[in-house]
């Protein structure tokens, strides 16, 4: 049988061999800059994929395995490679041989969590409602500083408190910008709730749909919609990855939405890339490409229309620090900058290597803490040096990773979605 | 006795000596992947220190060994050809001090060239030699191989920046060559070392020269409809008494290359060649050259000169120019660089004639190099699955290099010896030149343990 990396490779021969190993990637790479090692590059991970393709490593190479178990998926590599060679899905596929090959190093919860919780929406909703319950909890704080429980559940806290700090439930009604006096609906967007960002970020979904409608959009939210699968094909579960996108591809179809609108940059990423995940569906991959094409982040969406910020003038200083998911792997590169810079009141400061992965990537600061907290620390380590009161950042995952760091740091910064701060604007 | 992996282990911690040959896989390569030889192990020592002791452990076993920075290198010169163990120094990328008073910084050797620039570019200074793999190449690397850059036309290579050096000799001695000052007291060690390709030593500390960042620098753009008339107005440049701080050509395999890529600047596709030509230094006089650099290109038959509007515009051609090797990466799965210099007067001659020979072996080539200093680069774009062709491609380069030997070249520009040249070595140097070079690296290394089989060509079962 094929490999998922050989039929990669077949698709895109020329673009693994596209590597002729000129390394301008190692110095954009978070993992090597922090280990050092040729192992932990893009090039030297393409090169023991090329070895493992070509026969001179075994797919149960526990080098192979542990090298690229390390990768953070960030995909900064593909933004300075001169010769185009497309890590992002050349790592999807190897990590898919990898599980298949049972040599990924992964804990069995994790993977039972998402080919089994995260694809159900009820399910995950029930999941979800002991950690929301738990984060209203004052003594979860002190369980979380407190030693007794064990280092990995602490952190699990951590980021749980580090969710939302806005009290809103999922399936809260209540809005935050009032109805735009308009009235007018002179478009339809679909929004993609995600499946996270739905159970912990509610209020940031809220803030989002609220916005599109102060924009004159009417919203839908499909109903049938599930997990973008993302995590999924991070991970090498890739046939789940499929499954899911199979079923967001018919949720969505039902509409007639001119976009699908993400605010969260991992989803985002995955969801435009529907029409390379299911390439070798007869059935679905031109449906797949139709669904891609409609994807936008929100702060593109919302300049293309056309920003109108609310009035309100928010007198604060802010920086901003790129989703690795936005900037590399969608190559949205000025629009949230660009809408940051339009809000009335704001005085924005740049952040160095904002373009720099802060360690979060998806779950990989549960996996590896140690890599990801280095990472945290020289982003921390920037990140007091722009006195900024607030840090804007337009993914789930950096959001909890990055308020974890701020708040261990002992910084007053907050740490919010760019689309939070525009929807105070409006009251 | 202990084995020298486990004294290795004893220094460094079990985490930083790699000897699983699956891990050591990678690093059996650096920037040129035609030459693969595996090491026995790869360490990753911190500080000087650590660099001396393990120095010495591997000195007393007789163990060959070599550093590597980011392995970018062209010449296969971070290759561990007999095997042996690689000091990986890219850990070691600390920098320990800027002086602006003194126009001087100490760094590390693992500090990546650009990382400098940026560091005191708030200041008003920069690091002047910029090889275009700078966003990844070491400063110690810099150093062993002299590395060179666009703008060593008119500011010199590595050597001329380079002002004192900690070294780890092969025997595992700490010594201190040059200082601060501009001329070395006493033997002038420190020019010996630079450009010495790993075989006299390790550097583990460098200090540098820092340069005020010049008044004003504009950037041109001039397009031709030959390589010929690009080269001649190269020339008529230089011996219009202008140095530009740059001057580069990139023919059209290479611009169609770079248009393709992430680093498209917008380079016109259809010309046969095109020169990027910086000058900078008082506003007045930039004023002044561009206007004769402009004048100039029109007479040798210049489609277009334009000038770049601003430091994004300028940006964005560097960034081309300096993407321009791994964009190559879109034509062919494997690149053959070359690295030779030719007087800058034979470029019309020899130019015409190097694509002459890729023909005649059925190969495809691209040009973008130095062209102000006549330092060539003819890229060969192969597939090093086909033995076949392979072999093509080494008796092409050959050629190539007779060709610029023949007009009074020399056999590389900035890149190194390394691996990949030692065979034309023959070709420009006599058996005694050799012997002489022989007999002072035999003073640094008298066991032969430092980066062995690089540089000098191998006879007799000795260095030459």
């Known amino acids: 049988m094929r490999t998922a990396l050989g039929r990669a490779l077949d698709r895109e021969a020329e673009k693994l061999l596209a590597c002729i190993h000129c390394g301008l990637c190692v110095s954009a790479c978070p993992t090597y800059l922090q280990l050092g090692d040729e192992n932990d590059s893009p090039r030297g991970r393409l090169y023991l994929m090329r070895a493992a393709a070509e026969g001179r490593l075994p797919m149960t190479s526990r080098a192979l395995a542990h090298h690229i178990d390390l990768c953070l998926g960030c995909r900064a590599c593909e933004t300075v490679c001169p010769s185009g060679v497309r890590y992002g899905r050349l790592l999807e596929a190897v990590r898919a041989d990898l599980s298949r090959a049972g040599a990924t190093p992964g804990l069995w919860s994790v993977r039972f969590l998402l080919n089994h919780i995260f694809t159900s929406p009820t399910r995950l909703h029930w999941f979800f409602a002991p950690a929301r319950w738990l984060r209203r909890r004052a003594f979860v704080r002190r369980w979380a500083k407190g030693k007794f429980l064990p280092a990995r559940a602490r952190l699990a806290l951590e980021l749980l408190l580090a969710t939302t700090p806005e009290e809103m439930s999922p399936g809260d009604e209540r809005r935050i910008i009032p109805l735009a006096a308009s009235g007018r609906r002179a478009r339809r967007v679909a929004f993609f709730a995600g499946c996270v960002a739905r159970e912990l970020f509610a209020h940031t979904n809220r803030a989002t749909m609220d916005v599109l409608a102060a924009h004159d959009c009417e919203v839908e939210d499909p109903p049938d919609q599930v997990c973008c699968g993302a995590l999924h094909a991070h991970a090498g579960e890739i046939e789940t990855a499929r499954a899911l996108a199979r079923r967001n591809i018919r949720a969505f179809e039902r509409s007639a939405a001119e976009a699908i609108v993400v605010n969260v940059a991992g989803c985002g990423a995955m969801l435009k890339e529907y029409g390379e995940l299911l390439a070798d569906d007869a059935e679905y991959a031109e449906r797949a490409r139709a669904f891609a094409a409609r994807v936008r982040d929100v702060s593109e969406y919302l300049l293309e229309i056309g920003l109108r910020p609310g009035p309100r003038p928010l007198n604060l200083t802010v920086t901003y620090d790129a989703p690795c998911h936005l900037y590399h792997a969608q190559r949205v590169r000025t629009a949230p900058l660009e809408m940051i810079r339009r809000l009335p009141g704001l005085t924005v400061v740049p952040l160095t290597e904002a373009e720099m992965c802060c360690g979060s990537a998806g779950i990989y600061n549960l996996r590896h803490p140690g890599l990801a907290d280095q990472l945290l620390e020289r982003k921390i380590a920037h990140l007091r040096r722009t006195g900024a009161d607030v840090l804007l950042t337009g993914n789930a995952g950096c959001l909890m990773h990055l308020r974890r760091g701020v708040q261990r740091a002992g910084l007053s910064m907050r740490v919010l979605h760019p689309i939070e701060l525009l929807a105070l604007t409006y009251a | 006795m202990m084995s020298w992996i486990a004294e290795l282990k004893a220094i460094l911690g079990d985490e930083d000596v790699i000897a699983d040959p699956e891990r050591l896989l990678a690093y059996e390569c650096d920037g040129l992947s035609l030459h693969k030889h595996l090491p026995s192990a ?9 660099v001396a002791r393990a120095v010495k452990v591997l000195a007393r076993h007789r163990v060959p060994f070599l550093a590597r920075g980011a392995g970018t290198g062209l010449s296969g010169g971070a290759v561990a050809v007999q095997g042996g163990v690689i000091f990986e120094l890219a850990r070691m990328n600390r920098i320990l001090a800027i002086d602006y008073e003194n126009q001087l910084a100490v760094v590390e050797p693992g500090v990546i060239n650009l990382a400098l620039t940026r560091a005191v570019a708030e200041a008003g ?8 793999s700078q966003m990844a190449c070491t400063l110690g690397g810099n150093v062993a191989e002299n590395a060179g850059g666009p703008h060593c036309l008119k500011y010199g290579m590595t050597g001329h920046h380079v002002l004192g050096l900690e070294v780890v000799l092969p025997d595992g001695t700490i010594v201190m060559l040059g200082g601060h000052g501009a001329d070395a007291v006493g033997y002038d060690l420190l020019g010996l070392f630079i450009g010495s390709e790993g075989t006299f030593g390790i550097a583990t500390k460098i200090t540098v020269r820092l340069m005020r960042q010049p008044q004003a620098v504009k950037t041109l753009l001039a397009d031709f ?17 202008i140095l530009p701080s740059a001057l580069e050509m990139m023919d059209r395999a290479t ?30 006089s930039v004023v002044y050259e561009v206007e004769r650099v402009v004048e100039i290109c029109r007479a040798h038959g210049a489609r277009q000169v334009v000038v770049a509007r601003d430091e994004a515009e300028r940006a964005r051609l560097w960034a081309g120019r300096k993407g321009a090797f791994g964009a190559l990466g879109r034509i062919s799965p494997d690149l053959m660089v070359q690295d030779a210099v030719i007087p800058r007067s034979k470029l019309p001659e020899v130019l015409p004639e190097i694509y002459r020979i890729a023909a005649r072996y059925g190969l495809r080539m691209a040009n973008v190099f130095h062209a102000g200093d006549g330092n060539l680069h003819p890229n060969i774009c192969f597939d090093g699955r086909d033995p076949e062709e392979v072999e093509r491609v080494k008796a092409a380069c050959r050629e190539i290099m007779e060709l610029c030997v023949r007009v009074g070249g020399a056999l590389t520009g900035e890149h190194g010896i390394g691996l990949d040249k030692i065979a034309y070595m023959p070709l420009v140097f006599t058996e005694d030149d050799l012997e002489a070079m022989a007999r002072v690296r035999a003073v640094f290394d008298p066991e032969g343990l430092c980066n062995p089989g690089k540089v000098l ?3 007799r079962c000795r260095a030459f």
């Not at chain 2, 200074?125 to 275009?132: N, V």
């Not at chain 2, 290359?257 to 900078?280: C, F, H, K, N, R």
Request: hydrophobic share 50%.
């Open chain 2, 125 to 132: 200074y920069f690091y002047a030699p910029d090889p275009s």
């Open chain 2, 457 to 459: 060509p191998v006879r």
């Open chain 2, 225 to 241: 409809l030959s390589v010929e008339d690009a080269s001649r107005a190269v020339s008529a440049i230089i011996a219009a008494g």
């Open chain 2, 255 to 284: 611009i169609e290359a770079v248009e393709a890529s992430v680093y498209a600047a917008g380079l016109p596709t259809d010309a046969a060649a095109v020169l990027i030509i910086e000058v900078d230094g008082l506003e007045a």
């Open chain 2, 42 to 50: 790869v360490i990753f020592p911190e500080s000087a220190e650590e």
